[in-house]
T-cell receptor, first 112, second 117 residues
Framework: KQEVTQIPAALSVPEGENLVLNCSFT??????LQWFRQDPGKGLTSLLL?????REQTSGRLNASLDKSSGRSTLYIAASQPGDSATYLC???????????FGQGTRLTINP | GAVVSQHPSWVICKSGTSVKIECRSL??????MFWYRQFPKQSLMLMAT?????????EQGVEKDKFLINHASLTLSTLTVTSAHPEDSSFYIC?????????????FGPGTRLTVL
């Protein structure tokens, strides 16, 4: 059974800092991994999707890496801003399946 | 493009009543829709997968008679919580996979907050 873990559960940093969020998964036979953003009481916004054959994806100040062999992914946020405050979720799709398995999320607060 | 809506956005009901939540893909057709629930400060847990015109596939531990799912068209799926109880209070989120899109594409709705008194 695929399990996804995110560390830390919560993170608070001053504005302008670079930061890294971590995601680990137990079954390396994944089809892809996605990072999502969720604002309080809202749905999910997809940030980055990494296929199993890829090692990283970049979008603006965001960079996500994938190390399938070790079962890890990181989301790097550069020059953080208060508007980045949200919960960040990672999710994987197992090979041969179609459903997303989510981690518990990291609640990020960027202080002005 | 690729907008998914949910209605209602929030609902409060009495214990024992049934509540219907709609999930619509507004500008695309969806072969598959997914229903998730999320407890406070917890992650999303998949409840069921629904395919247009066929019965939904429920995850282990989810009562199909309590959470009725209907996917009557390529743009609409409904989740009905029957005989709701306070423990059913949660945030329900749907997602939709486009008919013309990769298997890894899902668009999420804004969620429905259900509170059962």
């Amino acid at each position: 059974k695929q399990e996804v873990t995110q560390i830390p559960a919560a993170l608070s940093v001053p504005e302008g800092e670079n930061l890294v969020l971590n995601c680990s998964f137990t079954d390396s036979a994944i089809y892809n991994l996605q990072w999502f953003r969720q604002d309080p009481g809202k749905g999910l916004t997809s940030l980055l999707l990494i296929q199993s054959s890829q090692r990283e994806q970049t979008s603006g100040r965001l960079n996500a890496s994938l190390d399938k062999s070790s079962g890890r992914s990181t989301l790097y946020i550069a020059a953080s801003q208060p508007g980045d405050s949200a919960t960040y979720l990672c999710a994987v799709v197992r090979m041969g399946a179609q459903k997303l398995v989510f981690g518990q999320g990291t609640r990020l607060t960027i202080n002005p | 493009g690729a907008v998914v809506s949910q209605h209602p956005s929030w609902v409060i009901c009495k214990s024992g009543t049934s509540v219907k939540i709609e999930c619509r893909s507004l500008d695309f057709q969806a072969t598959t829709m997914f229903w998730y629930r999320q407890f406070p400060k917890q992650s999303l847990m998949l409840m069921a997968t629904s395919n247009e015109g066929s019965k939904a596939t429920y995850e282990q531990g989810v009562e199909k008679d309590k959470f009725l799912i209907n996917h009557a068209s390529l743009t609409l799926s409904t989740l009905t919580v029957t005989s709701a109880h306070p423990e059913d209070s949660s945030f329900y989120i749907c997602s939709a996979r486009p008919l013309a899109g990769g298997a890894d594409t899902q668009y999420f709705g804004p969620g429905t907050r259900l509170t059962v008194l």
